[in-house]
């Protein structure tokens, strides 16, 4: 199975900061990756896919990059509605696996 | 717009089947795309289930694959999940979700709101 690293686990921020999430991959993953933000008691919600590609009604203040088995997203400007947990996923391979989730917190 | 919702039991007692419908609207499940099945236990990680494609193909995480089922009923637009032999380790929110791929990419988009499945006696 490929493992997906999320750095940090927890994150603390405040409105209006700029944060960066980082998942790394146990071997090379190519540009099967994605990122989902889920907000408490809600289902994922697809953020990014192809690395970089934002999903249709995202913001622009999100943004996705990496390649290989490093990748990043990075929120510029917090609001206060981001606050949720953020997952990587990887579909190079099966079983599909996320990373464990990076739970981002109103500093 | 394409909208996915989950059904079925609340709860299941140990060492028996856990059973889910997913009914898609917006899209048909026969067109060129995987239906899948996520978990998570409550306060937990996400955990790829299994898909199913058009043509009744199927794909099973190794951890469940002995235990899973994933299938298509065509003529109600839905999918099913089962899972048999269950435990309170499999008590978790089970969401279903279209899976997009291509040559080159994919992704899970849009996902249902899921369901919480509690295994108990």
């Known amino acids: 199975d490929i493992h997906l690293t999320q750095s940090p686990s927890f994150l603390s921020a405040s409105v209006g900061d700029r944060v960066t999430i980082t998942c790394r991959a146990s071997?090379?993953?190519?540009?099967?990756f994605a990122w989902y933000q889920q907000r408490p008691g809600k289902a994922p919600k697809l953020l990014i896919y192809?690395?970089?590609t934002l999903q249709s009604g995202v913001p622009s203040r999100f943004s996705g990059s990496g390649s290989g088995s490093v990748f990043t997203l990075t929120i510029s400007g917090l609001q206060p509605e981001d606050f949720a947990t953020y997952y990587c996923?990887?579909?190079?391979?099966?079983?599909?696996?996320f990373g464990q989730g990076t739970k981002l917190e109103i500093k | 717009q394409v909208q996915l919702q989950e059904s079925g039991p609340g709860l299941v007692k140990p060492s028996g089947t856990l059973s889910l419908t997913c009914a898609v609207s917006?899209?048909?499940?026969?067109?060129?795309?995987?239906w899948t099945w996520v978990r998570q236990p409550p306060g937990q990680g996400l955990e790829w289930i299994g898909e199913?494609?058009?043509?009744?193909?199927?794909n099973y995480n190794p951890s469940l694959k002995s235990r899973v089922a994933i299938s298509l009923d065509k003529s109600k637009n839905q999918f099913s999940l089962e899972l048999t032999s269950v435990t309170a380790a499999d008590t978790a929110f089970y969401y279903c979700?279209?899976?997009?791929?291509?040559?080159?990419?994919?992704?899970?988009?849009?996902w249902g709101q899921g369901t919480l499945v509690t295994v108990s006696s």
């Open positions: 071997q090379d993953i190519s540009r099967y």
């Open positions: 979700a279209r899976t997009m791929t291509t040559v080159t990419t994919g992704w899970f988009d849009p």
């Open positions: 996923q990887q579909l190079n391979s099966y079983p599909y696996t």
């Open positions: 192809t690395t970089s």
């Open positions: 199913v494609h058009r043509s009744g193909d199927t």
């Open positions: 917006g899209d048909s499940i026969t067109n060129s795309h995987w």
